[in-house]
């Protein structure tokens, strides 16, 4: 945020930021189809309801940007154990350093300026949208509080990810409009922001828009919804460690979804005809086996491959007629069809685990998501989720055999990028469930205490179970085994792994951990597990729980003499680490 405004300061003025926001759509075209206007006259612009749904399809074209999507996997995924460097990191030194763990505040990777443009534009939304409400009697207080809501949750999500890559980030409401702002803010400590996202979000999830008409069924996961924002707050009160909350906003997505089940199985009379087709543990998930056959890879192609499916809640859409917007961020970092492999690529400790017997990743060689999420050939190992447009796994060798669809092309790449999904929900909620048992460490549970483990466990097994192979009714797991606390916790970190890898979340999912127990170990026992020739390095720097944050980039520094740098990284002009133990 600093750094623009810096840049702009002196020549920026009020038609140059609009002109910056706007986003025209075409009569004929979507609102998720979306080109920059070139110039627009200032007088003619904030007076109608359209001008604001303009500007906010530029805040979601902002979001699908290359910059914005590599952000989500490098700061969510790359430090974890499930990437290290593919055979393009070479030519990135900032990536090749992050594989090492070995980041200082120079690397290209700390900047932020793509998230903070998003919530300068939400900034601005919520700013004047009150106004054209004035001016627009089309423009009705139901529909300005269902913009609110909107704008409000694309600013918290891109805060959210902030807070928790660097921790402590500069923290507005306000948008830059005028060149005489002072936007040079000291950074907000990470649970007053964290607090600000929780109020404002409850504030609004009420007037979001619920459902969207059938004839835009891509805004029904592709645009901001009461659900989504029920989803962010579960995600938010989990890391505020108010368990009791994050439980609420999983049980408002959970029903949501089985209503529309129901709905849509009462509607063609008991058996579906949609993609999802079944209720596992009696939730609404899509079979991963084919109907036909012993092939399993189902629940990935609808899932990864078509998108916008009925267990998303909210993912950037990519579509697939429109040439001039691919997710170049899946390509680069995953690799396509005509650029070659990713400069990200499975570690070895996730891509072997199988084939190693370790399985100290997936349970067993049933579970179909070792084929599903990477796609190993005779000298490489590939991202296949998102980067494949097919995975199909045979069942009936052993081990099993996966095939996969052509990778996209680098400038055609359409997968959707996916924020939430039910089963995300779900495992949040059996973490949530998990952390409520023994809050005094005594290690004698009540009846009830059973009790919640037992729900927290049919939670995990419903997910576990709709990707293990040999059979999606019999279960892979058994609950004896993870009848304490700590044996369910790790149980729900392990699946929440191999449901959501390499999408973006395991990294944050160890922070989160890590902030709660007020320390690293169990980070380091994770992610560690990757390091080769500079494991012991590589662990000593993160003994230190500053370390796991990221370092404010040099250049925010020179301009922005409020901020102070994370401590773990001195001064950023280069790697230094002080270890306590």
């Known amino acids: 945020m600093n750094n623009i405004t810096h840049k702009l300061r002196g020549q920026i003025s009020l038609l140059f930021i609009i002109c910056s926001l706007l986003f025209s759509v075409s009569a004929c075209s979507d609102f998720l189809e979306v080109k920059p206007l070139d110039q627009i006259?200032?007088?003619?612009?904030?007076?109608?309801?359209?001008?604001?749904?303009?500007?906010?399809?530029?805040?979601?074209?902002?979001?699908?940007?290359?910059?914005?999507?590599?952000?989500?996997?490098?700061?969510?995924?790359?430090?974890?154990?499930?990437?290290?460097?593919?055979?393009?990191?070479?030519?990135?030194?900032?990536?090749?350093?992050?594989?090492?763990?070995?980041?200082?505040?120079?690397?290209?990777?700390?900047?932020?300026?793509?998230?903070?443009?998003?919530?300068?534009?939400?900034?601005?939304?919520?700013?004047?949208?009150?106004?054209?409400?004035?001016?627009?009697?089309?423009?009705?207080?139901?529909?300005?509080?269902?913009?609110?809501?909107?704008?409000?949750?694309?600013?918290?999500?891109?805060?959210?990810?902030?807070?928790?890559?660097?921790?402590?980030?500069?923290?507005?409401?306000?948008?830059?409009?005028?060149?005489?702002?002072?936007?040079?803010?000291?950074?907000?400590?990470?649970?007053?922001?964290?607090?600000?996202?929780?109020?404002?979000?409850?504030?609004?999830?009420?007037?979001?828009?619920?459902?969207?008409?059938?004839?835009?069924?891509?805004?029904?996961?592709?645009?901001?919804?009461?659900?989504?924002?029920?989803?962010?707050?579960?995600?938010?009160?989990?890391?505020?460690?108010?368990?009791?909350?994050?439980?609420?906003?999983?049980?408002?997505?959970?029903?949501?979804?089985?209503?529309?089940?129901?709905?849509?199985?009462?509607?063609?009379?008991?058996?579906?005809?949609?993609?999802?087709?079944?209720?596992?543990?009696?939730?609404?998930?899509?079979?991963?086996?084919?109907?036909?056959?012993?092939?399993?890879?189902?629940a990935f192609f609808n899932i990864f491959a078509l998108g916008n499916s009925s267990e998303s809640i909210f993912e950037l859409h990519y579509n697939t007629d429109d040439a001039s917007l691919p997710n170049k961020g899946v390509s680069v970092r995953y690799g396509s069809a005509d650029g070659g492999n990713g400069s990200l690529c499975p570690s070895d400790v996730v891509a072997n685990d199988i084939s190693d017997g370790q399985f100290a990743v997936f349970a067993n060689r049933y579970d179909t998501r070792s084929w599903e999420n990477i796609s190993r050939g005779n000298s490489s190992q590939v991202v296949a989720k998102y980067a494949c447009q097919d995975a199909m796994v045979n069942i009936t060798s052993n081990p099993y055999s996966a095939s996969y669809g052509a990778r996209w092309p680098q400038n055609r790449c359409h997968a959707n990028w996916i924020i939430y999904r039910l089963t995300d929900v779900m495992l949040m909620k059996a973490e949530a469930l998990t952390l409520q048992v023994d809050p005094t460490g005594s290690g004698t549970l009540s009846d009830e205490e059973r009790t919640t483990l037992r729900q927290a466990f049919t939670l995990v097994d419903a997910v576990n179970r709709r990707s293990y192979g040999y059979s999606q009714t019999v279960s892979a797991l058994t609950y004896s085994r993870y009848s304490t606390k700590t044996a369910m916790l790790n149980l729900v970190y392990d699946e929440r792994n191999r449901e959501l890898m390499f999408e973006g979340k395991r990294w944050f999912d160890l922070v989160r951990r890590s902030m709660r127990e007020g320390n690293t170990n169990y980070l380091i026992s994770q992610a560690g597990r990757k390091y080769t020739n500079n494991k012991s390095a590589a662990e000593s720097r993160l003994a230190r729980l500053d370390a796991i944050f990221w370092p404010y980039n040099e250049e925010e520094l020179k301009v922005n003499k409020n901020l102070v740098q994370n401590p773990a990284f001195g001064s950023g002009d280069k790697s230094i680490f002080e270890v306590t133990q």
């Open 41 to 298: 006259v200032l007088d003619n612009f904030w007076n109608e309801e359209s001008d604001v749904e303009n500007v906010m399809a530029g805040c979601y074209l902002a979001m699908q940007s290359q910059d914005w999507i590599d952000r989500a996997i490098i700061w969510g995924e790359a430090r974890s154990e499930n990437l290290m460097g593919g055979e393009r990191i070479s030519d990135d030194t900032n990536l090749s350093n992050i594989a090492l763990e070995n980041i200082t505040s120079n690397n290209s990777y700390s900047t932020w300026v793509s998230f903070y443009d998003v919530i300068n534009r939400c900034n601005t939304i919520l700013y004047y949208a009150p106004q054209v409400a004035e001016r627009d009697p089309n423009y009705t207080q139901s529909e300005l509080r269902a913009t609110i809501a909107e704008a409000s949750a694309l600013r918290d999500l891109c805060y959210f990810y902030l807070i928790r890559a660097f921790r402590d980030v500069p923290f507005s409401t306000q948008p830059y409009i005028e060149d005489i702002q002072t936007m040079d803010l000291p950074a907000t400590p990470f649970s007053e922001v964290l607090d600000s996202l929780t109020n404002d979000l409850e504030n609004v999830v009420a007037d979001a828009v619920k459902f969207y008409p059938v004839t835009k069924a891509a805004y029904q996961t592709g645009r901001i919804t009461q659900d989504a924002i029920h989803a962010m707050l579960c995600d938010m009160y989990l890391w505020k460690q108010d368990y009791a909350k994050a439980i609420e906003h999983a049980d408002a997505v959970i029903q949501s979804k089985q209503r529309t089940y129901q709905e849509e199985s009462d509607r063609v009379g008991g058996v579906s005809s949609g993609l999802v087709d079944r209720l596992i543990n009696g939730y609404p998930l899509i079979s991963d086996a084919y109907t036909s056959g012993n092939s399993f890879g189902r």
